[in-house]
């Protein structure tokens, strides 16, 4: 019999790797702003946006693109993941993290990149891209969050009706009466000096937000989101740009959408996402329908949810053959 080796399915993640180069960059008194770069030197640049804001990046966000092809940037933002100084809310808002991908594209002679987000990462991409339209190759957005009023709402109280337990544990952590708001409370404690204080709401944000990410129990992502750093940052970052609408004009993504409007862009969203609802990604699609829209029929919020892997390593797919074909067109 012949024995053939497995080929990898053609839409799993790609194999592990290691970055070729990394560094801190000083992005102002206050933060150093960890980067990495990884694959192919001379590739199309493809700048991955993580989550939250705070949530950190990590090896796996390296594998939804073709090592050979991308030149695959990662950071992570202010505050959040190897960053210094870890959960810093000074000096953290919108426009600045806007402010760090220019740094960074600069620093690293890009012209134009690939824009890749999540979640939070969605937001800024859109923040990002609407701001700086010559810059985006393209965009791929996931699990879409526009971070309006309704949809920090729905995150603090709305997922109860689909997760009461994991709700009630982030809820009564508070005391009843001040339980009427949430972010509030969480945000006076977050930010006490004493780890007494804050380490424990911390833990409880990061397991709520974990225990919410996917359509089935996954106790990984529970226990790597309430672990102490990754929570740390979590949960200080976001209850710090959630008290402060993201530091931008109400609706201003929506109401600017038609500056990104000609950039090729694709949305992946699960059906059954809990933390970031379909709902908003409708939205964002009725205001930008020249974007290629993938509903997950079967998916959570998560990136690693099966189908959502799946669809992300698609897209950068089909744009990799794109900015084939147009750079096989231009020589
Ligand atoms: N947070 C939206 C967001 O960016 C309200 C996000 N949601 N869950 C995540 O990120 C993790 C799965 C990364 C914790």
Redesign the pocket.
Known sequence: MEHLTPKPQADSLYPKIEPYEYGWLDVSPVHQVYWEQCGNPNGIPVIFLH???G?GAGPMHRRFFDPSFYRIIIFDQRGAGRSRPLGETRENTTPLLIEDMERLRRQFGVERWLVFGG???STLAIAYAETHPERCLGLILRGI?LCRPSEIEW?LYGLRAIFPEAWRRFAHFIPANERNDLLRAYHARLMDPDPAVHLPAARLWGSY??AC?TLLPNPD?VAH?SSDPVALG?ARI?AHYFTHNIFLPDNSLLDNVRRIAHIPGIIVQGRYDG??PIVTADDLHRAWPEAEYVVVPDAG??AFEPGIQRELVRAAQRFMHRLQRVSLAST
Do not use: I, K, N
């Open positions: 989550g939250g804001p949530a979640s939070w990462g969050f995150f937000e974990g990410s992502t989101f979590l976001e933390v970031c919020h998560s």
